[in-house]
């Protein structure tokens, strides 16, 4: 049994949330491939990694460092570090990644630093490999994700690695550059190493406790929907539900792993399955036949 893992940014936004993830992982050895996202908000008006990654880049074009924006993302991920107890030298990693976003001057490269340290950080402090995702994810000439490339990478990297983190969001493109997926990719990247390993299921643990009939901060009371098939879950967010990236269900789809949304402050709760076949007995159990609203 092999479950992928993609924890996005709320589970990654500060060590109670790490800790939090890594008892979720080790409950469970199948849990074997985990994809993070970069620390994401800790409260409501916090200001996500990736945000002030393209507003490191920014300043890096207008005053050729990015000394100022930087900092900020600096203090932040020393903290964590610190707060883990990993030995790692942070400082150090910080320093390089400094230079190489001032070097590159390219939005894509600066966002994507975030998964990169995110994902170092997690696979020191679980002791388990990192793996780069821009050795694996290839991006064709017009842009678009290299599947054939792609999938061939991620099984052959990763056919003997028993365990490891790898950083969800980017990839490179077809002259070597580094390039990311639109906003929210992470899923993508989770649903592409899911696909790659042959995985059993796609676990993407999130905030909520799986896909809710409508979008909680319009409807607070909205119901979990336990069961819903790709298509069905496609074109809810394809209209909007931002749970999941649209573009996540397409990899695993392919081959026929199953996801599973799940609740990181609340692993006990089952959130939904998402499945190639419908769920006819909704019907019988008393469910809604309307499956979500978006
Ligand atoms: P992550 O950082 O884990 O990728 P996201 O913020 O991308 O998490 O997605 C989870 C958020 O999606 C929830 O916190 C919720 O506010 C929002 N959301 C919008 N529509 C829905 C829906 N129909 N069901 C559940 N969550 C939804
Ligand atoms: N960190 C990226 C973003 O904020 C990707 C992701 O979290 O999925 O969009
Ligand atoms: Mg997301």
Redesign the pocket.
């Known amino acids: 049994m092999i479950k992928v893992c993609k924890f ?2 709320t589970s990654m936004a500060d060590a109670k949330a790490m800790n939090q993830a890594k008892s979720i992982i080790e409950s469970d050895a199948s849990r074997r491939y985990i994809v993070v ?2 620390p ?1 908000k800790r409260f409501k008006d916090d200001i ?4 002030m990654l393209y507003k490191c880049n920014q300043e890096v074009l207008e005053t050729g460092t990015c000394e100022k924006s930087f900092s900020i993302i600096k203090q932040r991920f020393i903290e964590i570090v610190k707060d883990l107890g990993v030995s790692l030298d942070i400082e150090e990693i910080l320093n390089e990644t400094q230079e190489a976003i001032e070097m590159n001057k390219s939005a894509d490269f600066a ?1 994507s630093r ?2 990169y340290l995110s994902a170092r950080i997690f696979a020191a402090f679980l002791g388990v490999e990192f793996v780069d995702c821009a050795e694996m994810v290839r991006f064709d000439r017009h842009g678009k994700l290299n599947d054939d490339y792609t999938d061939d990478k991620v099984a052959s990297r990763l056919a003997n690695v028993e365990r490891a983190v790898i950083p ?2 980017y990839g490179k493109n077809f002259q070597g550059e580094i390039k ?10 989770g649903s592409i190493v899911a696909r790659g390993v042959k995985a059993d299921l796609y676990e993407n643990w999130t905030d909520v406790s799986g896909f809710l009939v409508c979008d909680p901060r319009i409807v607070p009371e909205a119901k979990v929907i336990k069961q819903i098939t790709y298509k069905e879950v496609r074109e809810l967010s394809y209209m909007g539900a931002s749970v999941l ?1 649209e573009d996540a269900i397409y990899p695993a789809r392919m081959a026929n792993v199953p996801i599973n949304i799940r609740n990181t402050n609340a692993p006990e709760d089952p959130g939904t399955m998402i499945t190639a076949e419908p769920a006819y007995s909704k019907i019988d159990d008393g469910e809604p036949i309307i499956t979500g609203i978006a």
């Open positions: 996005g940014g996202s970069a994401g996500k990694i990736t945000d966002a975030g998964e969800g969001f990311t997926f639109s906003r929210g990719g992470s899923d993508i990247s990236h």
